[in-house]
């Protein structure tokens, strides 16, 4: 199934095959602005999500070492409160 028209005219082929090259050519420009566009965004993004991720790691580390704090000083009291009730039991 050709979807060539027929040309009455030589004049008439090159003009079609003319306005059909610029179409080509208008979409393949338009597709490579696009990508265009669509890399940078990606970029962009890819940066803040790894910034956001550093952040976030931070955050846990700092929230891990508060736990870890936060562990020791229960354990201490644990041990006075256990120290208190076993010296007043004797």
Do not use: G, V
Not at 39 to 57: A, D, G, P, V, Y
């Amino acid at each position: 199934m050709d979807s060539t028209p027929n040309f009455d005219t030589p004049e008439e082929e090159i003009n079609y095959w003319k306005k059909a090259a610029i179409d080509y050519i208008k979409q393949r420009d338009e597709a490579r602005e696009e990508l265009h566009e669509f890399t940078s965004s990606s970029k962009e993004l890819e940066l803040e999500l790894e910034t956001e991720l550093q952040q976030s790691e931070k955050k846990l580390a700092e929230y891990r070492s508060n736990c870890n704090r936060l562990q020791l000083e229960l354990d201490t009291e644990r041990k006075k409160t256990l120290d208190f009730y076993t010296s007043a039991s004797t």
